[in-house]
């Protein structure tokens, strides 16, 4: 079965005696009641189908952790309230005070916050380089270091990692390869195919694609999930029912928009790095990005998420934003609606000017996460908001 049969067929396992609904229902309940203490003793074990607490675990929830373990081709899954809590329980759970971690330079920005602010508060050391050389990744390694935790896609400069070379390293040295698949989603690649050892997602983003709710991932081996388990449940990053409930309903979509994201995302690339005043445009998909022939060989498309420069820095970009009319500013991404945002504004906002620099995010650069629309409205919404006049 393929992956887009499965995101479309996904939450068909529930048993029904007799009959099924054709929609999973929301089990929307705080707690759950019994008849017995042999059935209070079934739950607290860990009996599939019995459930104590909607901390510990609810009907839907479960639904959707097998769903997105069957998807991203995993054991086991477990889903939390967003994406941050996905990755702290994940990372919390497999280092502990005196480990290291090696991340990219290129992250995520509330990721970058959590690992440089808060993991010393753990006694966790986090050091940062560019993973897409794998001779640095080897230079940082240490006795200590536990988990090499990268992204498929980077935010914002859409670099592309060499997941059988990161593998072949976190092999070789015993680490945890912890990979950040949001960008792509497990449409356009599934990292665990290539032996990493835990995939993350952002719920909130493409999976769910409705912009109507915030949830996080982590799939991988169901030893390494029920060793996460714990310390997540007991730190409460857990989705509420309905939460739980509208991820299943985005995620039977997910291959028609994936399909339609990255055709437009393509067609939005070529037609920007035409455009006077465009100074750099950064997508897997052009020939000129420098991981071009990896994203041909990793990935079956080239993603729904660009960025692009503008010459003049924050106030050129700010005129552009301005200009803009159907493409609105929008401090998240991979929505149906075509939105942009800028990094040095809100992802990344959290460094310094000179630290921004130093990784090559510009301030005149304007990340664009690509809808679903007409691609010649977006471009021609593009083309009028760059016009020098």
Request: hydrophobic fraction near 40%.
């Amino acid at each position: 079965m393929t992956k887009w049969t499965q995101a479309v067929h996904a939450g068909k396992g529930t048993p029904w005696p007799k009959s099924r609904p054709t929609v999973q229902p929301i089990y929307q309940t705080s707690v759950f009641s019994f008849n017995s203490l042999e059935a209070v003793d079934e739950a607290f074990s860990g009996d599939e189908g019995a459930f104590v607490y909607s901390r510990y675990g609810n009907p839907g929830l479960q639904v959707l952790e097998q769903a997105l373990a069957q998807l991203e081709g995993g054991e086991a899954a477990l889903v939390a309230s967003s994406g941050m809590a996905s990755i702290t329980s994940a990372v919390l759970s497999l280092c502990g005070a005196g480990d290291h971690i090696i991340t990219t330079q290129d992250l995520y920005g509330g990721t970058q916050v959590l690992f440089s602010r808060e993991m010393s508060r753990f006694g966790i050391e986090v050091s940062f380089l560019d993973v897409t050389q794998a001779y640095r990744i080897e230079e940082a390694i240490k006795p200590n270091t536990k988990v090499l935790f990268v992204e498929t896609i980077s935010n914002p400069l859409m670099k592309v990692v060499d997941l059988a070379a990161l593998v072949a390293i976190k092999r070789g040295y015993g680490l945890y390869l912890l990979v950040d698949n949001t960008f792509a989603s497990p449409l356009v690649c599934r990292p665990l195919e290539y032996g990493v050892d835990l995939v993350l997602e952002s719920l909130t983003k493409y999976i769910n694609g409705h912009s109507d709710v915030t949830g996080g991932a982590v799939v991988g081996s169901k030893e390494i999930i029920d060793r996460i388990r714990p310390l997540h449940i007991n730190m409460g990053g857990v989705p509420s029912p309905f939460d739980c409930w509208l991820v299943m309903r985005g995620l039977k979509t997910l291959p028609l928009r994936m399909k339609q994201h990255c055709s437009n995302a393509l067609l939005v690339a070529e037609f920007l790095a035409t455009q006077p005043g465009v100074t750099h445009v950064h997508y897997p998909g052009l020939p000129g990005h420098p991981h071009y022939k990896l994203a041909q060989r990793q990935m079956s498309a080239y993603g729904g998420m660009l960025s692009f420069v503008v010459a003049g820095g924050c106030y050129a970009a700010d005129k552009v934003i301005r200009r803009l009319k159907l493409v609105e500013f929008v401090p998240s991404l991979a929505g149906v609606a075509t939105t942009i945002s800028h990094p040095a504004k809100t992802s990344h906002r959290g460094m310094t000017s000179f630290d921004r620099a130093k990784l090559g995010i510009d301030d005149g650069m304007i990340r664009v996460s690509v809808g679903i629309e007409d691609p010649e409205d977006i471009c021609a919404d593009f083309e009028q908001a760059l016009r020098n006049d």
